[in-house]
């Protein structure tokens, strides 16, 4: 059974850093395009940052220069650092794994909830 499970998430203070976790099981992270969405209340969800194996990563304009997506293929896991956040980087924050080999083997995690607020 292949699960994408998120952490890291939490109240935070703007200006602020957290590190979300990705753990995955069931799959190899490295044969996937893991990126990060988010979803705020009443906003649709949107693409945050993405990375595939051999380091090439994409990053919505709204958090480039404060967001960081990495991985770990000995752990199975990716990350996203978030440095300097701002209020409306408040949302929930998604898990995403594309194989790149078959686009339609796809799987999300449950989510995380991010909050900054002072």
């Known amino acids: 059974q292949v699960q994408l499970v998120e952490s890291g998430g939490g109240l935070v203070q703007p200006g602020e850093s957290l590190r979300l976790s990705c753990a995955a099981s069931g799959i190899a992270l490295i044969m996937y395009r893991v990126g990060w969405y988010r979803q705020a209340p009443g906003k649709q969800r949107e693409l945050v940052a993405s990375t595939v194996s051999g380091g090439s990563t994409d990053y919505a304009d709204s958090v480039k220069g404060r967001f960081t997506i990495s991985r770990d293929s000995a752990k199975n896991t990716a990350y996203l650092q978030m440095n300097s956040v701002k209020p409306e980087d408040t949302a929930v924050y998604y898990c995403?794994?594309?194989?790149?080999?078959?686009?339609?083997?796809?799987?999300w995690g449950q989510g995380t909830q991010v909050t900054v607020s002072s």
């Open positions: 995403n794994a594309i194989n790149i080999f078959l686009s339609r083997d796809v799987y």
